[in-house]
């Protein structure tokens, strides 16, 4: 199984000391150790990043120990200047994730952000044969980590 995860939730999802870590307890080994791997690509996803350096070493290490998918982050930004003529919204400010799911086709993305979760859902958004991703937001969630979804170009 593939999934995004929002580089806002990075901390929640690999720094397990903070008290709100607990509702992604399940996705660091998940990725760590199990057959999870995380996808990542597109340059506000690159830029947000960089905000973040203890993450961006992270994902650095999780690449070389082949846990994480790198897309063209050319793709990713012109699949998110298409989003962005979908929708104008101005409270809408996640549309490179949105962008990410169309590009990689990834069946989950992992947040936090109630805000966006709305626009992470609609139908419009996504071009015929990508599906609308689940969206792992709590402990509860922990079945959506399966092998279900793995694409062969992906393993």
Not at 39 to 47: A, C, M, N, T, W
Request: hydrophobic share 35%; aromatic share 8%; charged share 35%.
């Amino acid at each position: 199984m593939i999934v995004i995860i929002d580089v806002n939730c990075l901390p929640r999802v690999f720094n397990r000391k903070k008290d709100d870590g607990d509702e992604f307890v399940d996705v660091e080994p998940w990725i760590r150790e199990g057959i999870g791997k995380m996808i990542v690509g597109g340059s506000k996803y690159l830029q947000e990043l960089k905000k973040m350096p203890r993450y961006l070493t992270l994902v650095n290490e999780l690449k070389k120990n082949r846990k994480v998918i790198s897309i063209f982050d050319r793709d990713v930004d012109n699949e998110e200047r298409r989003v962005r003529q979908v929708c104008r919204d101005a409270d809408f400010d996640d549309p490179h994730l949105v962008a990410l799911v169309c590009v990689s086709k990834c069946p989950m993305i992992c947040t936090a952000d109630e805000r966006a979760m709305p626009y992470l859902k609609k139908r419009e958004f996504y071009p015929r044969g990508v599906k609308r991703p689940k969206i792992y937001c709590k402990k509860g969630c922990a079945s959506l980590l399966s092998k279900k979804g793995i694409r062969d170009f992906y393993s």
